[in-house]
């Protein structure tokens, strides 16, 4: 099974700032990774897809990175209605889901 | 616009079996796996297992062999993922998610858009 190591497991950020998280797969997965963001009591919600596509309808301050074992999400510039949790996904071999990374604003 | 509703709360006891429901609209039934994703209160999403509608094929997470079964009735669009021998720490959310690609598609697919709304599953004696 492939594992997902996504860090880091929570993070306080003030409005404004940029917020980078990362997630690091246990073998070569090339480009099937995913994000997405989850607020509490919510179903997740799809954000980027193939490591870097942005999903239709998702702010442009969000972006991902990356190719192989090791992964980058971005916030450029976060905003309070960012306030979730982030979970990255790999789709290499079946599915697996990262630990997640809960955000909160300092 | 596709759509995915889950069937409600189910209160089991250890040991029982679970089954929840995912009625598929807005789309081609057949045309997507539809796979099976949980959450455990305060825990993270963990991966069960997706079918074919089309075909009725399957693939499960190794942590759920042997416990979990997937289904769908294609004449009301409908999946369904039964869960037996329950313990406590079955208690979780379940949520339907569709891929985004076709099956017949090309390009590999493996995200997930839309998801139902979730199903709460407690085990309790």
């Known amino acids: 099974d492939i594992q997902m190591t996504q860090s880091p497991s929570s993070l306080s950020a003030s409005v404004g700032d940029r917020v980078t998280i990362t997630c690091q797969a246990s073998q070569d997965i090339s480009n099937y990774l995913n994000w997405y963001q989850q607020k509490p009591g919510k179903a997740p919600k799809l954000l980027i897809y193939d490591a870097s596509n942005l999903e239709t309808g998702v702010p442009s301050r969000f972006s991902g990175s990356g190719s192989g074992t090791d992964f980058t999400f971005t916030i450029s510039s976060l905003e309070p209605e960012d306030i979730a949790t982030y979970y990255c996904?790999?789709?290499?071999?079946?599915?697996?889901f990262g630990q997640g990374t809960k955000l909160d604003i300092k | 616009q596709v759509h995915l509703v889950q069937s409600g709360a189910e209160v089991k006891k250890p040991g029982a079996s679970v089954k929840v429901s995912c009625k598929a609209s807005?789309?081609?039934?057949?045309?997507?796996?539809m796979h099976w994703v949980r959450q455990a209160p305060g825990q993270g999403l963990e991966w069960m297992g997706r079918?074919?509608?089309?075909?009725?094929?399957?693939n499960y997470a190794q942590n759920f062999q042997g416990r979990v079964t997937m289904t769908r009735d294609t004449s009301i669009s409908t999946a369904y993922m039964e869960l037996s021998r329950l313990t406590s720490d079955d208690t979780a959310v379940y949520y339907c998610?569709?891929?985004?690609?076709?099956?017949?598609?090309?390009?590999?697919?493996?995200?997930?858009?839309?998801w139902g709304q979730g199903t709460l599953v407690t085990v309790s004696s």
């Open positions: 079918i074919n509608p089309n075909s009725g094929g399957t």
């Open positions: 998610a569709r891929d985004s690609v076709p099956i017949v598609a090309t390009i590999r697919g493996g995200w997930f858009d839309p």
């Open positions: 807005g789309y081609t039934f057949t045309g997507y796996y």
């Open positions: 996904q790999q789709y290499d071999n079946l599915h697996t």
